[in-house]
């Protein structure tokens, strides 16, 4: 009889979902139904708030049975069938019910109650200092190392402070500190943060309080962060500045773009262009972003999808010239110099960018080197010191002189590089084949007779050399017509003139400047500073979220964009401290070296019936503190932990 009652108990549902209504929303609410100790009258209690979470009213019961059964650690006798989806919400609310530590009852096998129903005091196991060893347990561990980083570099740089004096509640600084962390941590779309959220650690360290309120939180704060875009940014250039003593007389400016997987017709921006990622399918935007030397963003802007490069730089140059007069995050002693790539480097932009106030430095375009080819054959060539001898660069400085005055016009730095050349001839060669394994297949065609009209065979070779022009400018493609009753004859041969002629090119580049205050090898080392705009749009899109992009309407676009670049910062601020350090790792290997570093629930039974829930960050290994001290971070002492008493006997379930 004793034991029938037990399993009467264990087996009753006191928790239920119920939809709670105001005037202007509904929250859906996970409630436990108890009574108190002397008291005759049941009530009930919120375990969680789920906001508008699209759970079917069918499957609320089951849901609640499902986690009531998860958090006291029973297993039905037949396990219902539910869908992944469900699953996942049950899953979820379990972690949410846990994490805000408002249920009362071990979510544990062996609690007090089923101990006494269960097998003899003899079967427990090891005792030390009466603690029940066997039964030791850990759940709900959240990797800790990467988002810990991410908390300390938000705070670093006061970023709530700074939203705060913007007129941010306390609830969206969390909320906005939470997208911009997920960015760094594991970036999902702002539709799926609800979901990410309760299986992150930022609960522990933010505070419980980051899982109220429904998913449309993080779409209106990626709202209100892009309407104070320009003074953020500002924030951002004084602080990075200040905080690291930095000079900045080098801008470098670039661009990318990032597709949308969808028709995203009310976004007007949304175009189809040449696309990076070969996504020519898809509607993009253009994104134009300014660097220093240092690697940190100074500003950005968004784009339709179908502008050409060379046609933004304008509006970026209002930018910076708007910046050297608000900000001083400028050298004032020395012109700031403009680097951009030979796509932007037009004669008109060039004007533009004189007459702003900078100087420019500039890749000239890949078919102009052609008029150097005697320069680059002559001597006089500088070698850069300091570079393993298979990837020697030699460089040649010289004053391009006008034909009627005889004045300079220009700086050029004629550049021979070992490595680009060996990658261009990598790329000629690769093109080569396939083109001709293309016009291979053509023949093929044609001497099975698929193919007989001339004219129709020479759109064929046309479209060819349309799809390979890198190669076939160095071939000479005849067509003979059919004789006797044939087929036609399709042959070709390479120039091998134009094709010595190409490859002494290969490996050489022109670089122009208006400065002649500096020598060759100090131009080329100030241009190769661009890879680190091309470093920083790599980490954008590989790294942290850009693209694909999901939103339809062009202001939550340019939020997304926006909260990707704040990440951006965030990172930026983390590795230029580890470099100063001589640290030169990438965010992919620093998070999977912290990525066991983590926050756990430890449940620690006892003789006494009794069951302590303990959370806490775990002691992190040595490669880990080597990471954590850079950033003086030397105790895991000041993260919030906690511990409960938990015991059955504190409330009788209905």
Not at 340 to 358: C, K, S
Not at 610 to 631: D, M, N, S, T
Request: proline residues 4%.
């Amino acid at each position: 009889m004793q034991l029938i009652l037990e399993i009467f108990r264990f087996t009753v549902i006191s928790m239920f979902l119920y939809r709670k209504r105001s005037a202007s929303s509904h929250t859906l609410q996970l409630l436990e139904s108890y009574r108190p100790r002397g008291s005759r009258t049941p009530r009930n209690r919120v375990l969680a708030s789920l906001g508008d979470a699209d759970i079917p009213r069918a499957y609320w019961r089951i849901v609640a049975e499902q986690v009531e059964m998860r958090l006291k650690g029973e297993r039905p006798l037949l396990p219902p069938e539910l869908s992944v989806q469900l699953e996942s919400w049950v899953d979820l609310i379990v972690r949410r019910v846990e994490s805000e530590r408002k249920w009362s009852t071990p979510s544990v096998q062996g609690s007090p109650a089923a101990r006494q129903a269960g097998p003899s005091e003899t079967s427990r196991g090891e005792v030390l200092d009466g603690v029940l060893i066997d039964e030791l347990q850990h759940t709900h561990a959240t990797t800790l190392g990467a988002a810990l980083l991410g908390k300390h570099a938000w705070d670093r740089l006061q970023m709530s402070a700074l939203l705060r004096g913007l007129g941010f509640t306390p609830a969206q600084c969390d909320a906005a500190a939470v997208s911009v962390i997920n960015r760094l941590v594991g970036p999902v779309s702002e539709h799926a943060l609800n979901e990410w959220l309760p299986f992150s650690c930022l609960p522990d360290l933010m505070g419980s309080q980051v899982l109220e309120g429904g998913k449309d939180r993080f779409y209106r704060v990626s709202d209100k962060l892009l309407s104070h875009r320009h003074r953020i940014e500002q924030h951002l250039r004084e602080h990075t500045a200040s905080r690291f003593r930095l000079t900045r007389t080098i801008l470098l400016y670039d661009l990318t773009n990032t597709h949308f997987e969808g028709v995203c017709a009310r976004n007007e921006k949304a175009r189809r262009g040449k696309n990076k990622q070969k996504r020519d399918d898809c509607p993009q935007v253009v994104v134009g972003m300014v660097f220093d030397e240092h690697g940190f963003e100074l500003a950005h802007e968004t784009f339709p999808g179908n502008t050409n490069d060379s046609r933004t730089l304008v509006m970026i140059l209002r930018r910076l010239e708007q910046l050297t007069r608000d900000d001083a995050f400028l050298d004032s002693a020395v012109t700031p110099l403009v680097i951009v790539d030979a796509g932007i480097a037009t004669r008109r932009n060039l004007e533009a960018i004189r007459q702003n106030g900078f100087s420019y430095l500039v890749n000239d375009r890949r078919g102009r080197r052609g008029r150097w080819r005697e320069a680059f054959a002559e001597e006089g060539f500088t070698t850069i010191e300091d570079r393993p001898a298979n990837l020697t660069v030699q460089v040649r400085a010289f004053d391009e002189r006008s034909d009627l005055t005889g004045q300079p016009i220009e700086r050029i730095i004629l550049c021979r590089s070992r490595k680009r050349r060996l990658k261009e001839f990598a790329i000629r060669s690769r093109a080569e084949s396939r083109y001709l394994a293309e016009l291979e297949k053509l023949a093929e065609r044609i001497e099975a007779g698929r193919l007989r009209v001339i004219a129709k065979i020479e759109r064929a070779i046309g479209r060819l050399r349309a799809r390979h022009t890198r190669a076939a400018r160095f071939y000479d493609v005849h067509v003979q017509p059919a004789t006797d009753g044939g087929t036609p004859e399709l042959s070709w041969e390479r120039n091998d003139e134009q094709y010595a002629h190409n490859e002494d090119l290969l490996g050489c580049y022109v670089l122009r400047t208006d400065r002649r205050d500096l020598s060759e090898v100090e131009l080329w080392h100030l241009y190769m500073t661009l890879c680190r705009a091309e470093e920083g749009f790599r980490v954008l899109k590989s790294e942290l979220g850009l693209r694909p992009n999901f939103h339809q309407i062009e202001p939550r676009v340019d939020g997304h964009i926006f909260i990707t670049v704040l990440a951006y910062q965030m990172l930026r601020y983390l590795l230029f401290v580890l470099e100063q350090g001589g640290d030169t790792r990438c965010w992919q290997t620093l998070k999977r070296v912290l990525s066991t570093h983590s926050y756990t629930t430890i449940l620690v039974s006892t003789e006494s019936g009794e069951v302590h829930r303990l959370r806490k960050p775990g002691r992190p290994e040595p490669c880990q503190w080597a990471i954590y001290h850079q950033f003086g971070i030397r105790t895991m002492s000041n993260l919030p932990k906690s511990r409960e008493r938990l015991n059955t006997e504190t409330c009788s379930f209905l």
